[in-house]
């Protein structure tokens, strides 16, 4: 079968994409991909966002090539182009199947089977798609055929309802899985801080045992985390060294550091082969100590993202967090002490906040003083806690899932507006990125303006305003 995987066309000006200053590879479409290759599947794949694609050119690119089946991934935020590019295919080319994934369609799948999309692939979905286009191959799509695979949802044209599967149990050995088929991406147009260094994104594990109340990653793979091997990963860490000239890597997972001992051996591994790449990856504050992080930072890790949150204990209390105010302070402190960087992560807009409650969250990241901090906007993802909450309470505004990219507030609180929450943010971001100390220590160490160029528009303005002009008038 000839199958097509794709990122929904349009969506390179979503905010999501234009904020970030980084193209990343979609290493879940990759892997799917991979899966399908080996199966003896041809497969192509169109990284959207990062060619800058629009609706006709991609179809166009479709249409040439002319797939069995196209398959699209899909973030919330993305999925209104989905939408539109299922159902310009169905125009055109209405026999060929479209499939759907990622989180979106997973927890959203009556909506997907709507618009355009035939069959909804839940969850984990590199056997689940496998599994479904052989059955495709050989029967279409039969609903008998469809009712034996795990992990689907689709319409049953035969009686007009949806039917969904039984789960498909995780993969628990993930390094049965091939590597993510980055021979079918578009390996050189991927950047960091809109520069093209050369960067390995990988994944070492799957899951979260914590449920945070705003997060899908617990709902999407799972309670139950899952490590590949420590020579897994430096086995293909080593071919991209070799093949595409990688010189960092950026670890994709929510919670690296968990399993400590998979971090021990991927150093170990690394060394043995003399590859002493820097690295980032992300970590809990409760799952590091002093003498971990200095481990961490005398072993190639340039820069560890903690999510924080909030200054309060109650809030964190209330969303799952499972953490203390107190850990946020020692990380931190440690980070200072140890010479290293730190990025702390930070939520406004609770629905139970009060705007001196986030007032407080922003002194708090400026007392932690980390490297860089991320404010974000409360955002009731389809499939979280906080989703069912916000229903329940009737307190979403904004129902254009384009406008659900954290970047912009789409839910008022009891007792802040939707438009407040919005000048909170860029409150935040002001008083932590704008103060003397911050500019001061960024000038130093040369990177101010590669900062300043991937900040949201009216943040990068400001600096413009407060260091560059000066700047150019004293040379």
């Known amino acids: 079968m000839k199958v097509l995987l794709s990122i929904p066309p349009g969506v390179h000006r979503l905010e999501i994409y234009r904020v970030a200053g980084m193209k990343a590879p979609p290493l879940g479409i ?23 694609m629009e609706v006709e050119d991609w179809f166009n690119e479709v249409k040439s090539w002319k797939p069995d089946i196209v398959g699209l991934s899909m973030l919330t935020p993305t999925a209104p182009k989905g939408y539109l590019a299922a159902k310009r295919l169905k125009e055109e080319m209405p026999d060929v199947p479209v499939i759907a994934g990622g989180p979106h369609p997973t927890f959203m799948y009556k909506e997907a089977l709507e618009n355009g999309i035939d069959v909804v692939v839940m969850g984990e979905g590199e056997y689940t798609t496998l599994e479904l286009v052989n059955t495709i191959e050989k029967e279409g799509l039969n609903p008998d055929s469809l009712l034996k695979i795990k992990g689907l949802a689709f319409k049953d044209q035969r009686e007009g309802r949806i039917r969904v599967t039984s789960p498909r149990p995780p993969i628990l050995n993930l390094d049965e899985l091939p590597w ?61 060294y070799n093949k ?27 060394k043995e082969r003399g590859l002493d790449l820097p690295f980032a990856c992300g970590a809990r504050v409760d799952h590091v100590n002093k003498d971990f992080m200095k481990f961490l930072y005398d072993n190639g890790c340039v820069i560890i993202y903690f999510g924080v949150e909030s200054a309060s204990q109650e809030t964190i209390d209330k969303i799952g967090k499972k953490i203390k105010v107190e850990q946020a302070i020692n990380v931190f402190r440690w980070r200072k002490e140890l010479g290293g960087a730190a990025m702390g992560s930070f939520i406004l807009g609770f629905p139970w906040e009060t705007i001196d409650d986030m007032k407080k969250t922003v002194d708090f990241a400026i007392k932690l003083d980390p490297d860089y901090a991320q404010f974000t906007a409360l955002t009731p993802y389809p499939g979280t806690p906080m989703y069912s909450y916000a229903l329940k309470h009737n307190l979403i505004e904004d129902w254009n899932w384009e406008h659900w990219t954290t970047v912009r507030p789409v839910m008022r609180g009891f007792h802040f507006t939707r438009e407040e929450l919005g000048k909170m943010i860029k ?11 911050f500019l001061w220590r960024e000038l130093k160490s040369g990177k101010l303006f590669d900062f300043a160029s991937v900040l949201g528009r009216e943040i990068a303005s400001m600096m413009k305003e407060v260091v560059v002009r000066p700047l150019r008038w004293w040379r």
């Open 427 to 437: 409150y935040a971001y002001r008083k932590f990125f704008l103060r003397p100390s």
């Open 180 to 240: 993510p088929a980055r021979h079918l991406l578009p390996m050189e147009k991927y950047t960091l801080l809109n520069k093209p260094i050369k960067v390995a994104h990988v994944m070492a594990s799957r899951g979260c045992p914590y449920g945070c109340a705003y997060c899908s990653t617990s709902y999407f793979w799972g309670r139950r985390i899952r490590y590949r091997s420590a020579k897994n990963v430096a086995d293909e860490i080593e071919y991209l």
């Open 244 to 270: 595409y000239k990688v010189r960092y890597v950026v670890f994709s997972d929510d919670e690296l550091v968990i399993n400590k001992k998979f971090v021990r051996d991927y150093i170990k591994e690394m």
């Open 30 to 52: 990759a892997w799917i991909a991979a899966v399908l290759e080996k199966a003896g599947h041809k497969v192509k794949i169109i990284d959207s966002p990062t060619l800058e």
